[in-house]
């Protein structure tokens, strides 16, 4: 394989498929992942959403899964927003399970719509799990490549409740040895992004803070890590408005 796959994404080590959260995933697309993780179904499972929906952790999940079932050379997961990739590696990605993130990263570009195409018809019995921020037809201009997209099973998700989230956040710090009040996860719910990488981003920088510190979880501890994070993000968008072509 080049050199470029080198530039696999690390899975979070707090995923898999039973941290899911949202009954409508647990009791529609958890099964159908499962599924496509056995081969079995849909070729082809498109899932798309505006950001912050839970799009990635879905797909970190499901390669969580596929890393403790099969030998690391069967699957692939690529983040195609990540800078340095070219459509042409996708001429190696022969195993059997394929997981593609921020489709949409790369629609509009002829290079890669047309690999893209290339790779799922090169081998019919490779699966695919991909995310988008959109359906096919809103941004891809390829068609043959658009009805292969839409060829398996299609899923819209949502924004999650902040319910959803609450529990979420419990679980994710109950993994790691920690006990978050409800008082506690309200007051994260009201400072930062209500995403689940977001929660996950709170309750790892809680477990080093804490660690740290040799000390419990406290409110000094949780306002110290939300205002870093705060910070961090303030910093991003700057750079982001400061250098608006490198988005």
């Given amino acids: 394989m080049p050199d470029q796959l080198v530039l696999r994404i690390p899975i979070p080590a707090d995923v898999g498929l039973t941290h899911v959260i949202g009954q409508d995933r647990l009791d529609v697309v958890v099964p159908a992942l499962k599924n496509w993780m056995m081969h079995q179904g849909a070729r082809i499972i498109y899932i798309y959403g505006a950001a912050g929906s839970g799009k990635t952790f879905l797909l970190h999940s499901v390669a969580a899964e596929l890393m403790s079932m099969v030998a690391q050379d069967q699957w692939m997961f690529l983040a195609l927003g990540q800078p340095g990739l070219a459509p042409d590696l996708l001429d190696n990605l022969e195993m059997p399970w ?3 993130d921020d489709l949409h ?3 509009g570009s002829r290079h890669w719509e047309e690999q893209l ?7 019919t019995g490779q699966f695919w799990l991909v995310s988008a921020s959109e359906l096919p037809h809103a941004l891809c201009s390829l068609p043959d490549l658009r009805s292969r ?3 398996g099973l299609v899923f ?3 924004h999650l409740s902040d319910a959803d989230l609450s529990d979420f956040l419990g679980k994710m710090a109950q993994a790691r040895g920690m006990t978050l009040e409800s008082a506690h996860k309200d007051y994260i719910l009201q400072r930062v992004a209500r995403t689940p990488q977001m929660m ?8 080093e803070e804490t ?5 419990l979880l406290n409110w000094s501890a949780l306002r110290q890590v939300l205002e870093r994070i705060k910070n961090e993000e303030d910093s991003s968008i700057n750079k982001i408005q400061q250098n608006p072509d490198q988005q």
């Fill in 211 to 215: 660690l740290r510190r040799q000390v």
């Fill in 117 to 123: 195409f290339h790779r799922f018809q090169a081998n």
């Fill in 149 to 151: 997209l839409m060829s």
């Fill in 98 to 100: 394929l997981i593609l």
């Fill in 200 to 207: 996950m981003q709170v309750v790892e920088a809680l477990d």
């Fill in 156 to 158: 819209a998700v949502d």
């Fill in 105 to 107: 990263k790369v629609f």
